[in-house]
């Protein structure tokens, strides 16, 4: 078990550092840092001295080692959270990021909230009563979730729900009204693949001996479903739930956008548009870190709630 | 020679003998299953109408996509102008005829797609190959890669790739494609991982077939059905995906008409002018419903083992 939790901590590290590689490398795609980071109307003067004080005449390993552990005074490198200064902002672009994360985290939870009080239970439903109109309804309603772009399905949700029913506001990010349509725009795919799983696994585990046993020793079907077959059925969708999880903190950019939402992808998209790119490294790598996290969580988690996991 | 090669193509010789006795062809069987399954045949329907759009929009465009005039601009659908013409979809805030170009705007989609499957899917299923054959150091090595490339905010990285190397067609597939090629790594990875240790590939090594024999002719016929299945059922996702981006407003730029651009201007104006965002939503809608629906079809028919797993 300590290998197991061992080994996954250096493997979250090297994927790290895979991550801090083409956030790196990123910038060096032209050719030139300095002129993909410098305003456009940089005078030559001015990039060569950027150029220098950045150490972007150096050879690239070199300049990676900057950029990891930091360069002269003005650069204490990413190691020790210092990503530069946001142009645009003017305040330090991990600052500026940590700053955006409590809002996309509330979103990315309350979203995974909404799509499991929707989809535990349908998937229940469409297992229990296998093949008869609820279970091809789910699956009908599932289809068109998944081939559902979820941005366009904001959009619809903000025409029907705030422009002419007026009940819920179009964006902010205030109050609870606030969050029922960007929570919904942004668990639509986890709804839809979490719904799948809990049918399949539990249709699963209802074919299994210990339920025709539970079965064959009179329980009725409500405590066959509910004491047996629901508990064995958990673990591959908790499993499911923690990587959703994962995914949909880097996954709400686009509603956060539709919905002006104030999280980290609403601020990085802005960044993009306006070059600002202290702030874009920053913000891939908080959000892969906390990809990582979320996943390390769950494989630790996943060991030990199932004994039978092999520690390959 | 010849009795390599009935041994590695035996799943689909296999097939063709049982086909044969029912004097069915294989294809002709899938075509009645398609038939007999209104889903897919609804799926069939959407995508053979958006092809046909993609191929020749001038005969289904009634009017020039980019002819913009401030005279009709945000004009509800069926307007009719002075001159006769009826705009069924509505005008768009420059004045320009939404169903043109919805029409017009299903080459960048299904381009962008289609180009992305290809590279994706030859990244994807050739290192899924080396990392299942070779295993091994080789293998752990895809692996992490795979990982780092899953741990990455991926729409903010393809945004700042664009961003950065310039908004060309070749760039956006090439940002998608960084991404997507992790699923066909996998399933094939997987795939190879049982189909090395069957006899016929045991047995053309002991042969003396080199590697890359093997690989080519014995491994990669037999993990192309699988392929082609999440090949497939993954087009409608990088169609999303291409739409996501030009609505963030890093696809191909205007005036080119691409459905996600056309969302991104309605954006602006959802309590005046409902239709623009509307419309070319609903269409990128049905083109990756009818793309899944064929999918699951063609999954059922070159996977009978998947769909068992699935049910």
Redo the contacts between chains.
């Keep these: 078990m300590r290998a197991y939790i061992f080994r996954s901590l250096l493997?979250s590290l090297?994927?790290?550092n895979?991550?801090l590689l083409?956030v790196f490398l990123?910038?060096h795609?032209?050719g030139d840092p300095a002129g993909?980071l410098m305003p456009v109307d940089a005078t030559e003067e001015d990039l060569a001295r950027f150029r220098r004080d950045m150490g972007f005449d150096q050879p690239l390993h070199v300049q990676y080692v900057y950029f990891l552990f930091g360069h002269g005074e003005r650069n204490r490198g990413v190691l020790r959270g210092d990503f530069g200064f946001s142009y645009r902002h003017e305040v330090p672009a991990m600052g500026l990021v940590v700053e955006h994360i409590p809002a996309t985290v509330y979103l990315a939870v309350i979203a995974l909230l909404v799509a499991l009080a929707i989809a535990i239970p349908a998937g229940i439903l469409s297992a229990v009563f296998r093949n008869t109109w609820i279970d091809h309804l789910a699956s009908v309603v599932s289809?068109?979730g998944?081939?559902?772009?979820n941005?366009?399905m904001g959009?619809?949700l903000?025409?029907v729900f705030?422009?002419y029913l007026r009940w819920l506001p179009?964006s902010g990010y205030e109050g609870p009204e606030h969050v029922v349509l960007p929570a919904l725009t942004a668990g639509l795919y986890a709804t839809a693949r979490i719904m799948r799983m809990m049918r399949?696994t539990l249709?699963e585990v209802m074919g299994l001996d210990f339920v025709r046993t539970a079965r064959a020793k009179g329980l009725g079907e409500s405590a066959v479903i509910g004491r047996h077959a629901l508990k064995n059925a958990a673990i591959p969708v908790v499993t499911l739930v923690g990587l959703e999880l994962g995914l949909l903190l880097?996954?709400t950019?686009?509603t956060e956008?539709?919905f002006a939402w104030p999280g980290v992808?609403f601020l990085?998209?802005d960044a993009?548009?306006n070059?600002d790119?202290p702030v874009?490294q920053a913000?891939?790598t908080l959000?892969?870190m906390m990809?990582?996290g979320v996943?390390l969580t769950v494989d630790v988690t996943y060991a030990w709630l199932d004994p039978r996991i092999s520690y390959r | 020679m010849a009795v390599e090669r009935t041994i590695a193509v035996e799943p689909t010789l296999g097939g063709l003998e049982r086909a044969e006795s029912e004097r069915v062809s294989e294809p002709q069987r899938a075509l009645r299953k398609l038939l007999r399954r209104p889903p897919a045949l609804f799926g069939l329907l959407c995508v053979a109408a958006v092809l046909t759009w993609a191929v020749i929009p001038g005969a289904f465009a009634p009017l020039d996509p980019l002819d913009q005039s401030l005279a009709r601009h945000l004009k509800p659908p069926g307007w009719v102008d002075a001159e006769g013409r009826t705009y069924w979809l509505g005008t768009d805030q420059q004045g320009r005829d939404i169903l043109s170009r919805v029409v017009w705007g299903s080459r960048i989609s299904l381009s962008v797609g289609i180009a992305t499957v290809l590279v994706s899917g030859l990244i994807g299923v050739t290192l899924g190959l080396v990392a299942g054959y070779f295993g091994g150091k080789l293998d752990a090595v895809i692996s992490r890669i795979v990982d780092t490339a899953l741990a990455i905010p991926f729409i903010l990285l393809a945004m700042a790739l664009i961003a950065i190397l310039g908004p060309s067609l070749e760039n956006i597939i090439l940002a998608i494609a960084l991404r997507t090629w992790i699923v066909y790594a996998r399933v094939v990875r997987g795939e190879v991982l049982t189909l090395k240790e069957r006899e016929f590939v045991t047995g053309a090594k002991a042969m003396g077939c080199t590697t890359l024999r093997v690989l080519a002719v014995y491994l990669l016929p037999n993990v192309l059905p699988s392929t082609l299945v999440v090949a497939t059922l993954y087009l409608g996702r990088m169609i999303i995906i291409e739409a996501s981006l030009s609505f963030l407003g890093v696809g191909v730029p205007p005036p080119t008409p691409t459905w996600g651009g056309m969302l991104s201007d309605g954006r602006a104006f959802l309590d005046t002018a409902w239709w623009i965002a509307f419309f070319p939503g609903v269409v990128l809608m049905l083109t990756v419903l009818g793309v899944n629906l064929l999918g699951d079809w063609l999954r059922d028919v070159l996977d009978p083992q998947m769909k068992r797993a699935a049910d």
Excluded: C, D, R
């Design positions: 493997q090297i994927v790290l895979g991550v083409i990123m910038l795609l032209t993909v289809m068109f998944q081939s559902l772009p941005f366009w959009l619809m903000i025409i705030a422009v179009t399949s249709l880097s996954g950019v686009v956008v539709v992808g990085t998209v993009i548009v070059q790119y874009v913000a891939v959000l892969a990809y990582i996943n």
